[in-house]
Protein backbone atom coordinates (compact mmCIF):
# COMPACT_ATOMS: atom_id res chain seq x y z
CA UNK A 1 0.00 0.00 0.00
CA UNK A 2 1.24 3.59 -0.70
CA UNK A 3 0.72 6.12 2.11
CA UNK A 4 0.61 9.99 0.99
CA UNK A 5 1.72 12.38 3.79
CA UNK A 6 0.21 16.14 3.45
CA UNK A 7 1.96 18.22 6.22
CA UNK A 8 1.70 21.50 6.26
CA UNK A 9 4.19 22.43 3.63
CA UNK A 10 4.80 18.96 1.97
CA UNK A 11 3.81 16.39 0.92
CA UNK A 12 5.43 12.89 1.00
CA UNK A 13 5.13 9.27 0.30
CA UNK A 14 5.71 5.88 1.58
CA UNK A 15 5.02 2.17 1.40
CA UNK A 16 2.95 0.22 3.95
CA UNK A 17 2.89 -3.47 4.37
CA UNK A 18 -0.11 -5.51 5.32
CA UNK A 19 -0.88 -5.60 8.99
CA UNK A 20 1.75 -3.02 9.67
CA UNK A 21 0.92 0.32 11.65
CA UNK A 22 1.12 3.76 9.38
CA UNK A 23 3.94 4.99 12.36
CA UNK A 24 6.14 2.16 11.76
CA UNK A 25 6.02 2.07 8.29
CA UNK A 26 6.97 6.28 7.85
CA UNK A 27 9.48 5.54 10.25
CA UNK A 28 11.55 2.98 8.84
CA UNK A 29 11.60 4.47 6.13
CA UNK A 30 12.88 7.51 7.72
CA UNK A 31 9.76 9.58 7.33
CA UNK A 32 9.98 11.79 10.73
CA UNK A 33 6.46 11.80 11.75
CA UNK A 34 5.17 13.26 14.92
CA UNK A 35 5.26 10.38 17.76
CA UNK A 36 5.88 10.05 21.43
CA UNK A 37 4.78 6.88 23.10
CA UNK A 38 4.19 4.56 19.81
CA UNK A 39 1.35 2.63 22.02
CA UNK A 40 -1.58 4.64 21.95
CA UNK A 41 -1.56 6.70 25.31
CA UNK A 42 -0.19 9.98 23.73
CA UNK A 43 -2.10 11.11 20.96
CA UNK A 44 1.01 12.69 19.56
CA UNK A 45 0.50 10.58 16.03
CA UNK A 46 -2.83 12.00 15.66
CA UNK A 47 -3.87 11.92 11.47
CA UNK A 48 -7.07 12.47 9.41
CA UNK A 49 -7.46 10.15 6.50
CA UNK A 50 -8.26 12.40 3.46
CA UNK A 51 -9.09 9.26 1.67
CA UNK A 52 -8.43 5.30 1.44
CA UNK A 53 -9.41 2.84 4.01
CA UNK A 54 -7.78 2.12 7.08
CA UNK A 55 -8.16 -0.09 10.10
CA UNK A 56 -8.11 1.16 13.70
CA UNK A 57 -6.18 -1.62 15.73
CA UNK A 58 -6.84 -0.11 19.10
CA UNK A 59 -10.25 1.67 19.52
CA UNK A 60 -10.36 2.77 22.82
CA UNK A 61 -6.56 4.10 22.91
CA UNK A 62 -6.35 7.04 25.52
CA UNK A 63 -4.25 8.37 23.54
CA UNK A 64 -7.51 9.41 20.69
CA UNK A 65 -9.73 10.84 23.58
CA UNK A 66 -9.74 14.01 21.47
CA UNK A 67 -9.93 12.63 17.93
CA UNK A 68 -12.70 13.04 15.83
CA UNK A 69 -13.30 9.95 14.26
CA UNK A 70 -16.20 11.00 12.02
CA UNK A 71 -13.93 13.70 10.69
CA UNK A 72 -10.98 10.76 9.75
CA UNK A 73 -9.18 11.51 12.61
CA UNK A 74 -6.75 8.11 13.70
CA UNK A 75 -3.62 7.78 15.75
CA UNK A 76 -1.33 6.43 13.62
CA UNK A 77 0.60 4.05 15.75
CA UNK A 78 -2.78 1.79 15.98
CA UNK A 79 -3.87 2.23 12.72
CA UNK A 80 -3.29 -0.25 9.69
CA UNK A 81 -3.65 0.50 5.70
CA UNK A 82 -6.04 -1.38 3.90
CA UNK A 83 -5.69 0.50 0.44
CA UNK A 84 -3.40 2.98 -1.04
CA UNK A 85 -4.42 6.29 1.61
CA UNK A 86 -3.69 9.91 1.89
CA UNK A 87 -3.12 11.46 5.35
CA UNK A 88 -3.03 14.65 7.15
CA UNK A 89 -0.67 15.20 9.50
CA UNK A 90 -0.39 18.44 11.80
CA UNK A 91 3.39 18.99 12.08
CA UNK A 92 6.50 19.67 9.84
CA UNK A 93 7.79 16.34 8.62
CA UNK A 94 11.67 15.69 8.19
CA UNK A 95 14.17 13.14 7.59
CA UNK A 96 15.48 10.60 10.12
CA UNK A 97 19.27 9.77 10.66
CA UNK A 98 19.04 6.62 12.32
CA UNK A 99 15.61 5.18 11.17
CA UNK A 100 13.70 2.32 13.77
CA UNK A 101 13.15 -0.57 11.71
CA UNK A 102 11.22 -4.31 12.76
CA UNK A 103 13.19 -7.34 14.06
CA UNK A 104 12.14 -10.19 15.70
CA UNK A 105 13.57 -10.88 19.18
CA UNK A 106 14.09 -13.61 21.63
CA UNK A 107 13.44 -12.92 25.37
CA UNK A 108 16.20 -14.38 27.88
CA UNK A 109 17.25 -14.05 31.42
CA UNK A 110 13.95 -12.72 32.93
CA UNK A 111 15.36 -12.41 36.51
CA UNK A 112 13.48 -10.53 39.38
CA UNK A 113 14.95 -7.86 40.10
CA UNK A 114 12.74 -6.21 43.14
CA UNK A 115 9.56 -7.72 44.86
CA UNK A 116 7.65 -5.81 41.30
CA UNK A 117 10.23 -5.13 38.80
CA UNK A 118 12.08 -7.68 36.32
CA UNK A 119 14.70 -6.88 34.12
CA UNK A 120 15.22 -9.01 30.48
CA UNK A 121 17.17 -9.28 27.39
CA UNK A 122 16.20 -9.51 24.31
CA UNK A 123 18.35 -10.86 21.67
CA UNK A 124 17.42 -9.33 18.14
CA UNK A 125 17.33 -11.12 14.75
CA UNK A 126 19.91 -8.46 13.55
CA UNK A 127 21.88 -6.11 14.67
CA UNK A 128 20.72 -2.50 16.27
CA UNK A 129 21.86 0.71 16.67
CA UNK A 130 20.98 3.10 18.89
CA UNK A 131 21.20 6.27 20.93
CA UNK A 132 21.37 6.66 24.61
CA UNK A 133 17.82 7.17 25.81
CA UNK A 134 15.96 5.39 23.46
CA UNK A 135 13.11 2.99 23.50
CA UNK A 136 11.29 -0.02 21.68
CA UNK A 137 8.24 -1.35 21.01
CA UNK A 138 7.42 -4.73 21.84
CA UNK A 139 4.46 -6.68 20.55
CA UNK A 140 4.48 -10.57 21.85
CA UNK A 141 1.65 -12.95 20.39
CA UNK A 142 -0.37 -13.67 23.90
CA UNK A 143 -0.98 -9.83 25.06
CA UNK A 144 -3.03 -7.73 22.62
CA UNK A 145 -1.49 -4.02 22.45
CA UNK A 146 2.41 -2.88 22.22
CA UNK A 147 4.24 -1.88 25.30
CA UNK A 148 7.52 0.44 25.07
CA UNK A 149 10.37 0.24 26.87
CA UNK A 150 13.67 1.89 27.16
CA UNK A 151 16.98 -0.19 26.31
CA UNK A 152 18.95 -0.27 29.66
CA UNK A 153 22.40 -1.45 28.50
CA UNK A 154 24.63 0.96 25.32
CA UNK A 155 27.10 0.06 22.70
CA UNK A 156 27.12 1.62 18.81
CA UNK A 157 25.55 -1.46 17.55
CA UNK A 158 24.40 -4.62 19.67
CA UNK A 159 21.97 -7.87 19.23
CA UNK A 160 20.88 -8.15 22.67
CA UNK A 161 19.09 -5.15 24.60
CA UNK A 162 18.52 -5.16 27.99
CA UNK A 163 15.00 -4.21 29.56
CA UNK A 164 13.26 -3.38 32.87
CA UNK A 165 9.74 -3.93 33.49
CA UNK A 166 7.34 -3.17 36.40
CA UNK A 167 4.48 -5.39 36.97
CA UNK A 168 1.71 -3.21 37.73
CA UNK A 169 -1.59 -4.57 38.89
CA UNK A 170 -3.58 -6.04 36.53
CA UNK A 171 -0.86 -5.09 33.94
CA UNK A 172 -1.17 -8.22 31.36
CA UNK A 173 2.00 -8.01 29.60
CA UNK A 174 4.19 -7.73 32.79
CA UNK A 175 2.06 -10.62 34.27
CA UNK A 176 2.79 -12.66 31.27
CA UNK A 177 6.77 -11.65 31.44
CA UNK A 178 6.22 -12.82 35.36
CA UNK A 179 5.27 -16.05 34.59
CA UNK A 180 7.25 -16.84 31.69
CA UNK A 181 9.92 -16.73 34.16
CA UNK A 182 11.17 -20.36 32.43
CA UNK A 183 10.50 -19.60 28.01
CA UNK A 184 12.40 -18.16 25.78
CA UNK A 185 9.33 -15.98 24.39
CA UNK A 186 9.61 -14.44 20.68
CA UNK A 187 8.44 -11.02 20.53
CA UNK A 188 8.18 -8.56 17.48
CA UNK A 189 10.58 -5.62 18.55
CA UNK A 190 10.05 -2.30 16.26
CA UNK A 191 12.75 0.77 17.48
CA UNK A 192 15.05 2.42 18.14
CA UNK A 193 12.28 5.17 18.95
CA UNK A 194 12.42 8.34 20.95
CA UNK A 195 13.79 11.32 21.11
CA UNK A 196 15.25 11.64 24.90
CA UNK A 197 18.77 10.79 24.02
CA UNK A 198 21.62 11.46 24.78
CA UNK A 199 24.84 12.98 22.60
CA UNK A 200 28.38 13.08 24.17
CA UNK A 201 28.98 16.03 21.88
CA UNK A 202 26.72 18.04 23.11
CA UNK A 203 29.07 18.88 25.76
CA UNK A 204 26.45 19.48 28.48
CA UNK A 205 26.48 18.44 32.68
CA UNK A 206 23.81 15.78 32.84
CA UNK A 207 20.71 15.93 35.53
CA UNK A 208 18.76 12.72 35.04
CA UNK A 209 16.00 11.99 37.80
CA UNK A 210 14.21 8.57 37.89
CA UNK A 211 11.25 6.97 39.53
CA UNK A 212 11.67 2.65 39.75
CA UNK A 213 12.30 1.57 36.30
CA UNK A 214 12.36 5.03 34.86
CA UNK A 215 16.43 4.49 35.95
CA UNK A 216 16.63 1.84 32.63
CA UNK A 217 17.48 4.83 30.23
CA UNK A 218 19.27 6.14 32.75
CA UNK A 219 21.55 3.55 32.57
CA UNK A 220 22.00 3.51 29.13
CA UNK A 221 22.88 7.39 29.31
CA UNK A 222 25.42 6.39 32.22
CA UNK A 223 26.61 3.55 30.64
CA UNK A 224 27.23 5.69 26.94
CA UNK A 225 29.33 8.52 29.39
CA UNK A 226 31.38 6.47 31.19
CA UNK A 227 32.44 4.71 27.73
CA UNK A 228 33.13 8.12 26.58
CA UNK A 229 34.97 9.07 29.80
CA UNK A 230 32.18 12.07 29.90
CA UNK A 231 32.95 12.48 33.16
CA UNK A 232 36.59 13.70 33.41
CA UNK A 233 35.19 17.28 31.76
CA UNK A 234 31.19 17.25 32.76
CA UNK A 235 29.35 16.65 36.02
CA UNK A 236 26.66 14.66 36.44
CA UNK A 237 23.69 14.32 38.68
CA UNK A 238 20.94 11.22 39.24
CA UNK A 239 18.50 10.93 41.34
CA UNK A 240 16.69 7.76 41.54
CA UNK A 241 13.42 7.32 43.55
CA UNK A 242 12.13 4.32 44.96
CA UNK A 243 9.35 3.72 47.78
CA UNK A 244 12.08 1.86 49.83
CA UNK A 245 15.72 0.56 49.90
CA UNK A 246 14.67 -3.42 49.50
CA UNK A 247 13.46 -1.31 46.03
CA UNK A 248 16.44 -0.18 44.67
CA UNK A 249 18.22 -1.88 42.04
CA UNK A 250 21.34 -1.17 39.44
CA UNK A 251 23.05 -0.40 42.84
CA UNK A 252 26.59 -2.04 42.24
CA UNK A 253 26.57 -0.57 38.68
CA UNK A 254 25.52 2.75 39.48
CA UNK A 255 28.45 2.90 42.35
CA UNK A 256 30.83 1.11 39.38
CA UNK A 257 30.02 4.47 37.42
CA UNK A 258 30.86 6.78 40.69
CA UNK A 259 33.58 4.67 41.02
CA UNK A 260 34.68 5.38 37.33
CA UNK A 261 33.50 8.75 37.25
CA UNK A 262 37.10 11.14 38.51
CA UNK A 263 34.93 12.40 41.33
CA UNK A 264 32.32 13.44 39.02
CA UNK A 265 28.93 11.59 39.29
CA UNK A 266 26.89 11.95 42.05
CA UNK A 267 23.74 9.51 42.58
CA UNK A 268 21.67 10.01 45.20
CA UNK A 269 18.61 7.02 46.00
CA UNK A 270 15.70 8.81 46.94
CA UNK A 271 13.47 6.57 49.53
CA UNK A 272 9.79 8.08 49.32
CA UNK A 273 7.96 4.93 51.97
CA UNK A 274 10.76 4.80 54.44
CA UNK A 275 13.55 6.98 56.32
CA UNK A 276 17.03 6.55 55.15
CA UNK A 277 18.43 5.59 58.70
CA UNK A 278 22.10 6.83 57.11
CA UNK A 279 23.63 9.10 54.85
CA UNK A 280 25.19 6.37 52.37
CA UNK A 281 24.36 3.50 51.58
CA UNK A 282 25.88 0.49 53.80
CA UNK A 283 26.91 -1.36 51.08
CA UNK A 284 27.59 0.86 48.46
CA UNK A 285 29.14 3.68 50.69
CA UNK A 286 29.86 6.04 47.36
CA UNK A 287 25.55 6.16 46.88
CA UNK A 288 23.91 8.66 48.72
CA UNK A 289 20.73 7.93 50.38
CA UNK A 290 17.35 10.76 51.30
CA UNK A 291 14.10 10.43 52.15
CA UNK A 292 11.18 12.04 50.32
CA UNK A 293 10.23 11.53 46.82
CA UNK A 294 12.48 11.58 44.15
CA UNK A 295 11.96 14.90 42.23
CA UNK A 296 11.61 16.92 45.68
CA UNK A 297 14.66 15.46 46.80
CA UNK A 298 16.12 16.34 43.16
CA UNK A 299 14.09 19.89 43.68
CA UNK A 300 16.50 20.69 46.94
CA UNK A 301 19.49 19.84 45.21
CA UNK A 302 19.54 21.93 42.18
CA UNK A 303 17.98 24.72 43.79
CA UNK A 304 20.92 26.66 43.29
CA UNK A 305 21.38 25.64 39.77
CA UNK A 306 23.06 23.50 37.46
CA UNK A 307 25.08 25.08 35.56
CA UNK A 308 25.21 24.04 31.49
CA UNK A 309 23.49 20.75 31.81
CA UNK A 310 21.00 19.33 29.85
CA UNK A 311 18.11 16.95 32.16
CA UNK A 312 16.96 13.38 31.35
CA UNK A 313 13.18 12.65 33.35
CA UNK A 314 11.93 9.09 33.38
CA UNK A 315 9.39 7.41 35.24
CA UNK A 316 5.38 7.55 36.70
CA UNK A 317 3.46 10.62 35.32
CA UNK A 318 3.44 12.08 38.51
CA UNK A 319 7.17 12.13 39.25
CA UNK A 320 7.90 13.44 35.51
CA UNK A 321 5.40 16.37 36.09
CA UNK A 322 7.15 17.35 39.26
CA UNK A 323 10.74 16.86 38.19
CA UNK A 324 9.93 19.32 35.08
CA UNK A 325 8.46 21.76 37.10
CA UNK A 326 11.13 21.77 39.59
CA UNK A 327 14.09 21.73 36.35
CA UNK A 328 12.04 24.98 35.11
CA UNK A 329 11.88 26.55 38.15
CA UNK A 330 15.69 26.15 38.90
CA UNK A 331 16.07 27.81 35.53
CA UNK A 332 16.52 25.51 33.34
CA UNK A 333 15.47 25.97 29.58
CA UNK A 334 12.64 23.74 28.62
CA UNK A 335 14.68 22.82 25.26
CA UNK A 336 17.44 21.52 27.69
CA UNK A 337 14.70 18.81 29.28
CA UNK A 338 14.10 15.50 27.56
CA UNK A 339 11.32 13.05 28.50
CA UNK A 340 9.63 10.76 26.78
CA UNK A 341 6.02 10.00 27.89
CA UNK A 342 5.12 6.20 27.45
CA UNK A 343 4.24 5.34 31.17
CA UNK B 1 -16.86 50.08 26.97
CA UNK B 2 -15.24 47.09 26.65
CA UNK B 3 -12.39 47.41 29.82
CA UNK B 4 -13.30 45.57 32.65
CA UNK B 5 -11.79 45.17 36.13
CA UNK B 6 -10.28 41.70 36.42
CA UNK B 7 -8.40 42.11 40.11
CA UNK B 8 -6.48 44.00 42.41
CA UNK B 9 -2.75 44.98 41.69
CA UNK B 10 -1.86 42.65 44.49
CA UNK B 11 -4.20 39.58 44.13
CA UNK B 12 -1.82 37.81 42.25
CA UNK B 13 2.08 37.16 43.22
CA UNK B 14 4.91 37.30 41.53
CA UNK B 15 5.86 34.78 39.35
CA UNK B 16 2.49 32.97 39.82
CA UNK B 17 -0.56 32.48 37.39
CA UNK B 18 -4.70 32.78 38.44
CA UNK B 19 -7.73 32.17 37.17
CA UNK B 20 -10.87 34.60 37.10
CA UNK B 21 -14.08 34.87 35.18
CA UNK B 22 -14.80 38.00 33.07
CA UNK B 23 -18.12 37.95 33.15
CA UNK B 24 -18.38 34.80 32.03
CA UNK B 25 -15.65 34.73 29.96
CA UNK B 26 -12.36 32.61 31.27
CA UNK B 27 -9.21 34.73 31.93
CA UNK B 28 -5.83 33.48 33.26
CA UNK B 29 -4.10 36.51 34.81
CA UNK B 30 0.08 35.94 34.89
CA UNK B 31 2.06 38.27 36.86
CA UNK B 32 5.89 37.71 35.67
CA UNK B 33 7.64 40.56 37.40
CA UNK B 34 8.09 43.14 35.36
CA UNK B 35 4.15 42.91 34.14
CA UNK B 36 1.33 40.94 33.64
CA UNK B 37 -0.39 38.77 30.85
CA UNK B 38 -4.28 37.99 30.87
CA UNK B 39 -4.30 35.36 28.28
CA UNK B 40 -6.95 32.06 28.13
CA UNK B 41 -6.27 29.52 30.83
CA UNK B 42 -5.74 26.88 28.04
CA UNK B 43 -2.24 25.93 26.43
CA UNK B 44 -2.73 25.97 22.65
CA UNK B 45 -0.79 22.37 22.27
CA UNK B 46 -3.62 20.48 23.86
CA UNK B 47 -5.68 22.25 25.54
CA UNK B 48 -4.14 21.09 29.09
CA UNK B 49 -5.38 23.70 31.85
CA UNK B 50 -1.98 26.33 32.60
CA UNK B 51 -3.51 26.69 35.70
CA UNK B 52 -2.41 23.38 37.11
CA UNK B 53 0.48 22.54 34.32
CA UNK B 54 2.51 26.20 33.60
CA UNK B 55 5.24 27.57 35.69
CA UNK B 56 6.45 31.00 35.19
CA UNK B 57 9.91 31.19 35.92
CA UNK B 58 12.38 34.36 34.73
CA UNK B 59 9.53 36.44 32.25
CA UNK B 60 9.31 32.84 30.63
CA UNK B 61 5.69 30.68 30.89
CA UNK B 62 5.87 27.01 30.35
CA UNK B 63 3.21 24.50 30.20
CA UNK B 64 4.99 21.77 31.79
CA UNK B 65 3.02 18.93 29.85
CA UNK B 66 5.00 18.94 26.81
CA UNK B 67 7.05 21.97 27.41
CA UNK B 68 5.89 24.59 25.28
CA UNK B 69 6.95 28.05 26.01
CA UNK B 70 6.63 31.54 25.58
CA UNK B 71 8.42 34.94 26.87
CA UNK B 72 5.77 37.21 28.13
CA UNK B 73 6.98 40.55 27.75
CA UNK B 74 6.92 39.69 23.54
CA UNK B 75 4.89 36.97 23.38
CA UNK B 76 8.07 34.97 21.35
CA UNK B 77 7.75 31.46 20.80
CA UNK B 78 10.16 29.47 23.18
CA UNK B 79 12.25 26.04 21.56
CA UNK B 80 9.97 23.64 20.01
CA UNK B 81 6.80 25.63 20.76
CA UNK B 82 4.40 25.66 17.54
CA UNK B 83 1.70 28.17 18.40
CA UNK B 84 1.51 31.65 19.44
CA UNK B 85 -0.36 32.36 22.73
CA UNK B 86 -2.98 35.00 22.75
CA UNK B 87 -3.72 37.74 24.74
CA UNK B 88 -6.29 39.96 25.85
CA UNK B 89 -5.05 44.08 25.95
CA UNK B 90 -4.22 45.15 29.45
CA UNK B 91 -3.76 47.71 31.80
CA UNK B 92 -3.36 49.22 35.28
CA UNK B 93 -5.25 52.13 36.81
CA UNK B 94 -5.98 53.08 40.12
CA UNK B 95 -4.51 50.21 41.95
CA UNK B 96 -6.71 47.46 39.34
CA UNK B 97 -6.03 45.73 36.48
CA UNK B 98 -7.73 46.32 33.76
CA UNK B 99 -8.83 44.08 30.20
CA UNK B 100 -10.03 44.71 27.01
CA UNK B 101 -12.26 41.99 26.20
CA UNK B 102 -14.48 42.24 22.95
CA UNK B 103 -14.68 38.68 22.56
CA UNK B 104 -13.47 35.54 24.18
CA UNK B 105 -9.87 34.81 22.71
CA UNK B 106 -9.79 30.83 21.54
CA UNK B 107 -7.61 28.20 20.08
CA UNK B 108 -8.77 26.71 16.94
CA UNK B 109 -8.91 22.89 17.99
CA UNK B 110 -12.71 22.84 17.40
CA UNK B 111 -13.82 24.60 14.10
CA UNK B 112 -16.02 22.97 12.28
CA UNK B 113 -15.05 24.42 8.68
CA UNK B 114 -14.00 20.70 7.58
CA UNK B 115 -9.94 19.74 6.38
CA UNK B 116 -8.18 22.83 6.53
CA UNK B 117 -9.29 23.68 10.10
CA UNK B 118 -7.03 20.34 10.87
CA UNK B 119 -3.80 22.48 10.37
CA UNK B 120 -4.21 25.01 12.20
Known sequence: MKITIQSKSSETTFDCGDGEAILHAGLRQAVSLPYECATGTCGTCRARVASGDVEVRWKEAPGGARLKPDKGDILMCQTRALSDCVLKVPSEIAAIDVPPAPRRGVIRNVRKFTRDVVRFDIDLSSPM?????????????????????????????????????????????????????DGEPEVAVFGPLGRAVFRPHEDKNIVSIAGGSGIAGIMSILECAI????????????????????????????????????????????????TAITPFHADYPSLRLESGLVHEVAGKAIADGVGDAVAFVAGPPVMVDGAIRRLITCGMPSRDIRYDKFS | MTWKR??????????????????????????YGAGYRAIPPICPHMEEPLEESSVVVRCILTCTKHLWAWKLDTLEMQGETEKPLKSYDLKQEDGSILV???????????????????FK
Open chain 1, 129 to 181: KFEAGQFVVIDCPDVVGARAYSMANFDTEVDRIELVAKRKPGGTFTGWLFDSL
Open chain 2, 100 to 118: KVEEELVYEFDAEEDDDDF
Open chain 2, 6 to 31: ICGLNDVAENTVRKFDVEGIPILLVN
Open chain 1, 227 to 274: QADYFSSHKGSVFFGVRTLQDAFYLETLARYVASSHGNLDVTIALSDE
